[in-house]
T-cell receptor
């Protein structure tokens, strides 16, 4: 497919368990972003990867959250010891280049995480 | 502390009429503004944007207006079509971290046939 893909599409887990969410960006896109959308809220920036530069992790809400991007392509967002407030839709986006502005971010369909 | 606010959670308009979606922001360092459209079970898709050096940008049926003194922008859709029914998000980015989009909470638009 030509778009950003994410897996799984839905994830239900128990409080305290760890989860891994995967993002496959558009081929050739150098920048990758993670956002989350809690119920009734807008998208909240989590982390930004651009090429080989150090990622901007300033949006990660706690040290239970981490993300990596291997080989400049696929990214995994890991949430350790999940809490009920982590329940949200986690969205990944990629863009051809970084730097924002008119570098359009293309979004995947998201992973809906439910923590019981 | 919401830096980008969409105060109308929903809007309903008749097909063929104008839809006006509003967005307010508080951070004067924002220099780029975007509108995204989201259908259920899909990710947001980019619709239109505007730089802070402009006050209007038009693309077909979609026009975005920016009033910097009021820290307000709006999206006009003319004429509205049923396929425009979706959630619309306003987003902004600031100088120095332009990749980091700050989103509003969205407005659900329903265009009635």
């Amino acid at each position: 497919g030509a778009g950003v893909s994410q897996s799984p599409s839905n994830k239900v887990t128990e409080k305290g368990k760890d989860v891994e969410l995967r993002c496959d960006p558009i081929s050739g896109h150098t920048a990758l972003y993670w956002y989350r959308q809690s119920l009734g809220q807008g998208l909240e920036f989590l982390i930004y990867f651009q090429g080989n530069s150090a990622p901007d992790k300033s949006g990660l809400p706690s040290d239970r959250f981490s993300a990596e991007r291997t080989g400049g392509s696929v990214s995994t967002l890991t949430i350790q010891r999940t809490q009920q407030e982590d329940s949200a839709v986690y969205l990944c986006a990629s863009s051809l280049m970084g730097g924002g502005g008119n570098n359009e971010q293309f979004f995947g369909p998201g992973t809906r995480l439910t923590v019981l | 502390d919401q830096q980008v606010k969409q105060n109308s959670p929903s809007l309903s308009v008749q097909e063929g009429r104008i839809s006006i979606l509003n967005c307010d922001y508080t951070n004067s360092m924002f220099d780029y503004f975007l509108w995204y459209k989201k259908y259920p079970a899909e990710g947001p898709t980019f619709l239109i944007s505007i730089s802070s050096i402009k006050d209007k940008n038009e693309d077909g049926r979609f026009t975005v207006f920016l009033n910097k003194s009021a820290k307000h922008l709006s999206l006009h859709i003319v004429p509205s079509q049923p396929g425009d029914s979706a959630v619309y998000f306003c987003a902004a980015s600031r100088i120095g971290s332009s990749y980091k989009l700050i989103f509003g909470s969205g407005t659900r638009l329903l265009v009635r046939p």
